[in-house]
């Protein structure tokens, strides 16, 4: 058992190395690594005697795993038809900014935050919403993208001291 592998390991003694409970196990892992390393997902694969195709098809067929790496923060903005009318593309464009994300782009470059645009986040009634972590914020505009960013930043530096 390797170093890198010795969580994932851990979590899947916690299951029984039971197949039919993978989905937790992935779960948990990306509780861990934030998203689901490749990697990882094989070994998963081989402690559990499961084809490798399994686990990534369980993997990229629920939104809810990445398989690429994501920010220590994440950022939702809603892009359902009440928060679209009322604007959210202007939201997403803001955080683009604020964050320097370009093209495709969806995590910054120091892995400090990553931005999803979301279909609906069950909030239309304060659209636009957008969410940072677990903080839901409402009749959101540009200018209050940029302050709720900075103010994660600052509680990031205050945390570092």
């Known amino acids: ?48 005697n499961i084809s490798p195709a399994k686990v990534f098809g369980v993997a990229t067929f629920f939104a809810h795993f990445a398989i690429t790496p994501k920010g220590k923060h994440i950022i939702k903005v809603c892009n359902g038809t009440a928060c679209h009318v009322k604007g959210s593309a202007n939201l997403i464009n803001a955080v683009k900014t604020k964050l320097k994300l370009t093209g ?24 636009p919403v957008m969410v940072i972590d677990e903080t839901v914020h409402g009749q959101c505009t540009p200018e209050l993208v940029s302050k709720y960013i900075d103010e994660v930043i600052a509680a990031e530096a205050k945390n570092a001291k």
């Open 104 to 127: 495709n782009q969806e995590t910054t470059a120091d892995g400090m935050f990553t931005l999803e645009c979301v279909s609906c986040l069950g909030a239309c009634g304060l659209a």
């Open 1 to 48: 058992m390797t170093e890198k592998f010795a969580p994932t390991d851990k979590i899947l003694e916690e299951h029984g190395y039971d197949a039919t409970k993978l989905i937790p196990i992935l779960q948990q892992v990306q509780e861990i690594y934030r998203y689901l390393p490749e990697d990882v997902m094989r070994h998963i694969a081989d402690k559990l």
